[in-house]
């Protein structure tokens, strides 16, 4: 392919040497995307900030599209949004009971800053009588005191998990007033798991990953957050099946008189132990300030919200759905995508020609052949590139081509 300009020369140089604008069209959870929303899509990133910013009781929202639409790539916008409040993670489905709550709540604690933990706990514990003065001019120091105060709240007074949460608390207050054994506290706080000299040191006998331990501490330290959290789960329809009521995997330890590994197997009554839905429900019920956004193919809404728990479908919002793109969104993305390629490798812009190297015809044959699947238009994007870069294909042949494949 030829170029007319000194700038069209240096970007077809440059497309020989490195990946094309379009080289990556599927989104991970994982990875940040830098592309703007189209169109539509802004349009949607709206409704959901209005949702997330407000103190609504319906907390489940639902993302529907059909393949390809990109449920991913618009959750990272929700991330990346300066406009919602709420900071927004991806958290992956946790594989069982036993760790579903320190599975969610290390995710979380990783987004806290240490300065807001501290803020956190501080005042936590000054609500449980830490704030109180010793000889006028000291705060006090002991955590056993502090603890007493702690077990007469109805918070402690109605749990279902005293001795957890008893532990919780502790870690709470030597985090918040012994200078001492704040670092290693603070080191419980984030998930770290501990050794048995550590915990004795701390004053606990169980690690944070110990049932019931994290849902009692995320149970305290949400309330705390100022704008909340916003959880995303993707492709639920797809993930969700990963969750099993029991740990499937043997827990070893060591016994000490017998010097070897055992197998120990906790038996639980299955009946008592909640499904993944009843778990999410549970969560949200003690935990006010979380939302949790769920995205799944829109031919699997029905079936998967109804697995739901009938009584809690109160919280379950209006579906939303992502629709595929205009022939406006289309060309839109196409400026953005070579919008960012140009910045990434210090290219100035085609003048006179911003559809360069496409043209516009072959842009909407693209989209029309795709029928605005964003994923299938990025597809056949990147090998249009391929075939102008690599095989040096005119560009005249490659728009009767997409008309050939148009009329069949």
């Known amino acids: 392919m030829e170029a007319k300009t000194i700038e069209g020369r240096k970007f077809l140089e440059c497309l020989e040497n490195s990946?094309?604008?379009f080289e990556k069209f599927v989104a991970k959870p994982d990875i940040e995307e830098n592309l703007t929303l189209v169109g539509n899509r802004r349009y949607l990133l709206n409704e959901f900030k209005k949702i997330l910013n407000e103190n609504?009781?319906?907390?489940?929202?639902?993302?529907?599209?059909?393949?390809g639409t990109g449920k991913t790539f618009f959750l990272h916008q929700i991330k990346q949004s300066l406009e919602i409040n709420a900071p927004s993670i991806f958290i992956d489905v946790p594989p069982n009971s036993d760790i579903f709550y320190y599975d969610i709540y290390t995710k979380i604690i990783e987004m806290v800053e240490s300065s807001v933990l501290r803020r956190i706990t501080t005042k936590l514990a000054d609500l449980w009588g830490a704030n109180e003065m010793k000889y006028g001019l000291f705060r006090t120091g002991n955590v056993l005191r502090v603890l007493d105060q702690a077990k007469k709240t109805s918070t402690y007074i109605d749990s279902n998990h005293q001795p957890q949460l008893e532990?919780?608390?502790?870690?709470?207050?030597?985090?918040?007033?012994?200078?001492?054994?704040?670092?290693?506290?603070?080191?419980?706080?984030?998930?770290?798991?501990?050794?048995?000299?550590e915990l004795f040191f701390l004053g606990v006998e169980n690690n944070l990953s110990a049932k019931y331990m994290a849902e009692e501490l995320l149970h305290l330290l949400s309330g705390h957050l100022e704008d909340g959290i916003n959880i995303m789960l993707d492709d639920i329809d797809k993930n969700w099946h990963r969750y099993s009521k029991f740990d499937q995997s043997d827990e070893d330890f060591y016994d000490e008189f017998d010097d070897s590994y055992q197998t120990l197997t906790v038996v639980e009554e299955e009946e008592n132990v909640p499904n993944f839905f009843e778990q999410i429900v549970k969560l949200l019920e003690r935990n006010k300030k979380i939302k949790i956004i769920i995205s799944m193919q829109t031919e699997n809404k029905d079936e998967l919200l109804s697995n739901f728990p009938e009584e809690s479908q109160y919280l379950i919002n209006e579906p939303i759905k992502i629709a595929n793109y205009s022939t406006r969104d289309a060309k839109e993305y196409y400026f953005e995508a070579?919008?960012?390629?140009?910045k990434g490798h210090n290219l100035l812009p085609i003048p006179n020609d911003e559809f360069f190297p496409l043209t516009e015809k072959l842009i909407l044959l693209v989209y029309e052949y795709t029928l605005g699947n964003p994923r299938e238009i990025i597809r056949n994007f990147q090998q249009i590139f391929d075939e102008l870069i690599f095989?040096?294909?005119?560009?005249?042949?490659l728009e009767k081509k997409f008309e050939e494949k148009l009329r069949k």
């Open 391 to 397: 095989d040096d294909t005119p560009i005249e042949q």
């Open 167 to 197: 532990e919780v608390m502790i870690v709470i207050i030597t985090h918040a007033i012994d200078p001492e054994r704040s670092p290693l506290a603070e080191r419980w706080l984030l998930g770290d798991i501990m050794d048995i000299d």
């Open 56 to 67: 609504k009781t319906k907390r489940i929202i639902p993302l529907l599209a059909n393949t």
């Open 19 to 21: 990946l094309s604008p």
């Open 338 to 342: 070579l919008k960012l390629y140009r």
